[in-house]
């Protein structure tokens, strides 16, 4: 009989195994596809030699991640690329508000009205980065705060909505580039905590940069499965699960799914039945011809690329899909363009482009031509650029991954209490109704992203409970 059984093979997914496997636990992992990967993982979407992302492509999380940083991944072939900048925030009159990794120069990219207020922010966060990152990302509590001080002193000022903390800033420069990261996670800028999340982003990018996986995101995936083999732990690829007695004998089961996913396996019933997914997106992945031709120079070097004129454009959209239940007509856009650092991604002078925009959950209508009209405000004759697209919206993407339930990339919205507290109000977010069946999926704490960290912490669980048997 094994100690514990992983489903899913996502980051989250291995990460636990290893985690089990690390403590001397056997593991296997049973995966529904053909390849490991989840939320990372690289395919030829378009033509042949471009090689795409098709879900998560730059890695602010995962190169800070307390889990990924404390297992030797390098040794496997994982190899961090780092842009020149991180992030830029193109304007339509050709000017870019910049993330960059030295807090001065992203404070001098807002202008001198506004780059003390940025200072004031994050300077106080910077020198306990990684103990305020892993007390954090720890919660609800699956360790004692190593630093409650200052945790406490971050949530005082991202517990609020981002909409107050964006009052400190007196300019728009400044106010849309931190609407922009707020809307990473897919929510309205007015919502709790979401100033957390502009910090977290932020605070990432000035320790450790926003950098993309030499080779693509599948070599995170692959890094973590290596590991795990020489660990000792099995991985089942081509493997569907549809009831817990399709998995062989174990101590434990671990589950890196959807609650709805979990609930139908494990026979739940309505266990989950409030939690909410939220917004989902609509994904084009571009073979170039060459890079995008960005009017602000800060964009041509930069390895994410946010889209969006204002801060009142960025919410409009959010609001557009969160509360109005349709497509904006100029949505908010994140790209990533990783050939700025990584050539190897398509053929010579040739380019990858990553993007997405965000849809009503389940969405079934066709954006390109939004979004491209979007990039064209930015980088005039982009689609001249364009060899071959791969178009995804809610529909494709629940088929790619089974996690992503109506295209929402989230696993779960994240919006009130559900962004902290997931996937039920509780403090063991990580065990269910059975005491031999957990989940570690994005839809548990610390929630989305390539990370690993909700891997981890579910792995506390785990081992907790197999010591005691």
């Avoid at 957390?196 to 995170?220: C, D, N």
């Avoid at 609001?319 to 349709?326: I, M």
């Avoid at 790209?335 to 959950?361: E, L, M």
């Avoid at 981890?456 to 197999?466: F, G, I, P, Q, S």
Wanted: hydrophobic share 40%; net charge positive.
């Amino acid at each position: 009989m094994l100690d514990a059984v992983v489903v899913g093979a996502g980051p989250n997914g291995l990460t636990a195994a290893v985690e089990l496997a690390r403590r001397g636990f056997s593991v296997a992992v049973f995966e529904a596809r053909d390849t490991v990967g989840g939320g990372a993982r690289t395919e030829e979407l378009t033509l042949p030699g471009f090689r795409h992302d098709p879900c998560a492509a730059a890695h602010p999380l995962g190169v800070n991640s307390p889990a990924f940083r404390s297992m030797p991944l390098d040794r496997y072939g994982l190899e961090w690329l780092q842009p020149e900048l991180p992030m830029a925030h193109p304007f339509p009159d050709g000017t870019a508000a910049v993330l960059a990794r030295s807090v001065a120069e992203t404070a001098a990219s807002f202008g001198p009205r506004d780059a003390g207020a940025y200072r004031r922010l994050v300077e106080p966060f910077t020198h306990n980065w990684d103990t305020l990152l892993r007390d954090f990302m720890s919660l609800p509590l699956t360790a004692l705060p190593r630093d409650p001080v200052t945790l406490a002193r971050f949530g005082l000022v991202g517990l609020p909505p981002s909409t107050w903390l964006m009052r400190r800033f007196r300019d728009e420069r400044a106010k849309t580039l931190f609407a922009g990261l707020v809307a990473h996670v897919i929510s309205p800028l007015d919502g709790l905590a979401s100033g957390a999340v502009g910090l977290v982003f932020a605070l990432a990018a000035h320790a450790r940069g926003w950098p993309v996986a030499r080779g693509g995101s599948q070599s995170i995936s692959d890094a973590l499965t290596a590991y795990l083999k020489d660990l000792g732990g099995a991985v089942h690829t081509d493997y569907e699960v549809k009831r817990l007695d399709d998995l062989p004998p174990a101590r434990a089961y671990v589950f890196d799914t959807s609650p709805t996913a979990l609930s139908r396996i494990a026979g739940f019933g309505r266990y989950y039945e409030r939690y909410r997914y939220g917004a989902g997106v609509f994904k084009i992945d571009y073979a170039l011809d060459g890079p995008v031709p960005w009017t602000a120079k800060e964009a041509r070097v930069a390895g994410t690329v946010q889209i969006g004129a204002d801060s009142a454009e960025i919410g409009a959209a959010l609001n557009a899909v969160a509360r109005e239940g349709r497509a904006p007509e100029r949505p908010f856009l994140i790209t990533v363009q990783p050939g700025v650092v990584d050539p190897s991604r398509a053929p010579d002078g040739k380019q990858v482009f990553w993007v997405y925009g965000h849809v009503p959950n389940g969405w079934t209508g066709d954006l390109t031509d939004a979004v491209e009209r979007q990039l064209e405000r930015f980088a005039p004759g982009f689609r001249d650029r364009v060899l071959a697209r791969a178009t995804a919206g809610p529909p494709e993407l629940a088929v790619r991954n089974a996690n992503y339930v109506g295209g929402d990339i989230a696993c779960g919205a994240t919006r009130g209490l559900q962004l902290l507290l997931r996937p039920r109000l509780t403090l063991s977010p990580y065990t269910t109704p059975h005491p031999a069946v957990f989940i570690c999926s994005s839809a548990t704490p610390p929630g989305p992203g390539v990370h690993g960290m909700s891997g981890h912490n579910a792995a506390k669980a785990v081992w907790r409970r197999l010591r005691q048997t």
